[in-house]
């Protein structure tokens, strides 16, 4: 019987140990799962402080200090920006002028809108004062031509006839005088009577008055003294070249050739465009302190160009329809800019005001938000300054804050010097 239990013993024994073993294996297997883990947590545990600290430090440590670097190169970069030397041959190549700025009255002005009109003063009609046909142009439409340059060549028959008239009328003449020489000398070793030699001094001077109405007739055709001299040894006649009677552009071309042209009959227009005009209308009521000689400038409508005027006649007779009175305007056009139908903006000089420091408009420059003036501090060193200033007035500017009196500023060629400092890379920030 012992030996029968301890042998059921032995078999519950054997059976269970497999049992066991998982178990333990299990227990070593979740122990080395919970080794792992807790490796893996310690290690990321270890590499996230490092990795923490290795950012704070780039943050508070690399990052800060290279932040601060790129600020303090800025700052030495606009430095430098702001500042651009340049030799006397480059400021005479750019054309820029400085001009030491003052105190002095503001210019109180009225505004209006006027029309450009061609200076009439400076204007030449081209006519023919002979009829004829257009035989050859020299010229075309917008061309610019000098004073005495050819224009047009006509023929004309009855041109033609009055050089012909004009040459028999010299052969007279030249007859008439070797005859009265002739008759003199005889006269006077009384081979001829006195009355033979009265004779001969009559029809010279009848041959001299018709070289002078043939010659006369010649000009009022428009031939020149030089040409008329010349005829007699010419092989053509008939033909009359018009010249320029001044110096100037064609703004009129309507003819063709081998058109018939009638006496009088416009063929072209020449105009001087270094001066126009301006017409400007205004009230009665806004008349006071505008007369003959106040200055005034005339600007684009787009407000980008301003040009030099001064009133040069007020119409003595009012616009029936408006009651307006006519103020003309004579503009310096050297640009070639203004041109007759325009439409423009006009400030006309009626007395000054308080006074302030005032600048050209041409001499403020816009960089981003900013107003920025050029000082030149020393010969060819010229220093960017930022301004505020006030409400513009007949081309000047007065300034309220960023100069003094006494310094000297760019006034032309300001443009030059904004372009400069863009290709040095100078940023406007705006604080």
Do not use: C
Request: no cysteine; hydrophobic share 35%.
């Amino acid at each position: 019987m012992k030996t029968f239990i301890a042998l059921i013993t032995a078999l519950i024994l054997f059976t269970s140990a497999p049992a066991m073993a998982e178990d333990h294996g299990h227990d070593e297997a979740g122990h080395a799962h919970e080794s792992i883990d807790n490796h893996k947590e310690d290690d990321h545990s270890k590499e996230k402080p490092d990795a923490h600290a290795g950012h704070d430090d780039h943050e508070e440590g690399g990052h800060g200090e290279e932040k601060t670097d790129t600020h303090s190169g800025h700052d030495d970069h606009e430095e430098e920006g702001g500042a651009i030397k340049l030799t006397p041959a480059q400021i005479k190549q750019a054309g820029i002028e400085s001009e030491v700025i003052k105190h002095r009255s503001e210019v109180q002005a009225i505004h209006a809108p006027g029309s450009v009109d061609f200076n009439a003063y400076t204007l030449a009609d081209i006519t023919t004062l002979v009829d004829g046909v257009i035989h050859g142009r020299h010229i075309r439409l917008g061309d610019a031509v000098e004073k005495g340059q050819k224009l047009v060549t006509l023929t004309s028959s009855a041109l033609a006839q009055s050089e012909a008239d004009y040459l028999r009328a010299e052969a007279e003449h030249r007859k008439s005088k070797l005859d009265l020489k002739r008759i003199e000398g005889l006269a006077q070793e009384k081979i001829v009577s006195q009355a033979r030699l009265q004779q001969t001094t009559s029809i010279h001077q009848a041959a001299h008055a018709n070289l002078a109405a043939a010659r006369a007739a010649l000009s009022s055709y428009g031939l020149s003294g030089k040409k008329i001299n010349t005829l007699i040894s010419s092989s053509q006649y008939g033909q009359l070249t018009l010249y320029a009677p001044s110096s100037g552009t064609i703004v009129a071309d309507a003819f063709r050739i081998g058109q018939h042209i009638a006496a009088g009959t416009r063929l072209m227009q020449v105009v001087d465009e270094s001066t126009v005009w301006v017409e400007v209308k205004l009230p009665q009521s806004k008349m006071d302190g505008i007369g003959k000689g106040r200055s005034a400038v005339v600007s684009t409508k787009d407000n980008k160009k301003h040009y030099r005027a001064k009133v040069i006649n007020i119409h003595h007779q009012l616009d029936k329809t408006t009651r307006t009175v006519g103020v003309r305007l004579e503009v310096q056009n050297p640009e070639d800019a203004l041109h007759p139908g325009m439409f423009v903006s006009a400030e006309i000089e009626t007395g000054s005001g308080k006074e302030a420091l005032l600048l050209p408009e041409e001499a403020i420059q816009r960089q981003g938000n900013e107003l920025i003036v050029f000082v030149e501090e020393e010969l060819g060193h010229f220093e960017r300054r930022e301004i505020r200033v006030g409400k513009s007035s007949m081309g000047f500017v007065p300034i309220i804050e960023g100069l003094k009196e006494g310094e000297s500023i760019v006034v032309k060629g300001a443009f030059v010097l904004t372009s400069e400092l863009a290709k040095a890379g100078f940023e406007v920030h705006n604080h």
